[in-house]
């Protein structure tokens, strides 16, 4: 079983950065997809990033530009998520998922696709 755990959560004024965290454990995959999510209080949770372990990048438009994911090495399970630019709007909790054993497909927003889930980091932004 898969087991994620995310950091880097926080408080920060508009305008202000984040950089979130998230790593997979007990395994290191070879092959993953390794995604961010967001919920806001009464919506929907929705895909902001996603990653693959070849570095295949994808976004959510309301996102682009203003956040960055990476991953940290070929050889570990591990991604980042630089969210500058931040506003109110981006206020949530965020999630980590992953896939493992597969790349990131044009469905990587659909939260039926990942079994294994991160408890959650709280990015609060005030205005």
């Known amino acids: 079983q898969v087991v994620l755990v995310e950091s880097g959560g926080g408080s920060v004024e508009s305008g202000g950065s984040l950089r979130l965290s998230c790593a997979a454990s007990?395994?290191?995959?070879?092959?993953?997809?390794m995604a961010w999510f967001r919920q806001a209080p009464g919506n929907e949770r929705e895909g902001v990033a996603a990653?693959?372990?070849?570095?295949?990048?994808?976004y959510a438009d309301s996102v682009k530009d203003r956040f960055t994911i990476s991953q940290e090495n070929a050889k570990t399970s591990r991604s980042f998520l630089q969210m500058n630019g931040l506003t109110p709007d981006d206020t949530a909790m965020y999630y980590c998922?992953?896939?493992?054993?597969?790349?990131?497909?044009?469905?990587?927003?659909?939260?039926?696709?990942?079994?294994?889930w991160g408890q959650g980091t709280q990015v609060t932004v005030s205005s």
């Open positions: 990653i693959d372990s070849v570095g295949t990048a994808n």
């Open positions: 007990p395994y290191r995959y070879r092959r993953f997809c």
């Open positions: 998922a992953m896939i493992p054993l597969n790349y990131c497909s044009g469905s990587w927003r659909d939260v039926r696709e990942y079994k294994s």
